[in-house]
């Protein structure tokens, strides 16, 4: 599975949109983009998958370059209880394989 | 979403003890399970990775005589950590996996083992 860069931390002021990247330059063609969040002494938590195109559900939208070398995790509007570690994950199947992630901490 | 469980949440235990720990799916059957390890402020590590009625394949490094993992059913896989000494103190986290490989997986809240 092609590996990810994010930057460790971030803040972002409540209600105001969090903004997440993350590089994945080696990504192959079948390889899909998923990012889940884990608060504190908690399992992780799915947020957003995807391939090519962008994504949004409930919880947030996934905006993925064109080349695919990289992609965004948007959360529109956040909230205190958005205060977490955020993990870009590039995998094609089987088990998840976890890097450092991105501590976003939302300040009110 | 697809809901994991794990059991106890939190167990503390004597050096040189058996600790069993339960993952289970609630409301899906899962072909596959995983088992990771965190450990403060670090990410998680996979340990293993399990499929229903056949043997785990553990991550290099991973001691599979001390891990013992049994996934016996289409909902229920154990992880048991044998002869348990302080250096085993973790928060260890199962999922699930439901179907086709590149399905999301869905995590269990994890277990706090702590080993005096």
């Known amino acids: 599975d092609a590996k990810t860069t994010q930057p460790t931390s971030m803040d972002c002021a409540e209600g105001r949109a969090a903004n997440l990247p993350c590089n994945h330059s080696t990504i192959s063609g079948n390889e899909y983009v998923y990012w889940y969040r884990q608060i504190h002494s908690q399992g992780p938590q799915y947020i957003i998958h995807?391939?090519?195109n962008n994504e949004t559900n409930e919880m947030a939208s996934l905006i993925i370059t064109e080349d695919r070398k990289s992609s965004t995790l948007i959360l529109p509007h956040a909230t205190l209880r958005d205060t977490a570690v955020y993990y870009c994950i590039v995998r094609v199947a089987g088990d998840m394989r976890f890097g450092a992630g991105t501590r976003l901490t939302v300040k009110p | 979403g697809a809901v994991v469980s794990q059991h106890p949440s939190r167990v503390i235990c004597k050096s040189g003890t058996s600790v069993k720990i339960e993952c289970r799916s609630l409301d899906f059957q899962a072909t596959t399970m995983f088992w990771y390890r965190q450990f403060p402020k670090k990410s998680l590590m996979l340990m293993a990775t399990s499929n229903e009625g056949s043997k785990a394949t553990y991550e290099q490094g991973v001691e599979k005589d001390k891990f013992l993992i049994n996934h016996a059913s289409l909902t229920l896989s154990t992880l048991t950590v044998t002869s348990a000494h302080p250096e085993d103190s973790s928060f260890y986290i199962c999922?699930?996996?439901?179907?086709?490989?590149?399905?999301?997986?869905?995590f269990g809240p994890g277990t706090r083992l702590t080993v005096l």
């Open positions: 999922s699930a996996t439901q179907g086709l490989a590149y399905n999301e997986q869905f």
């Open positions: 995807g391939l090519k």
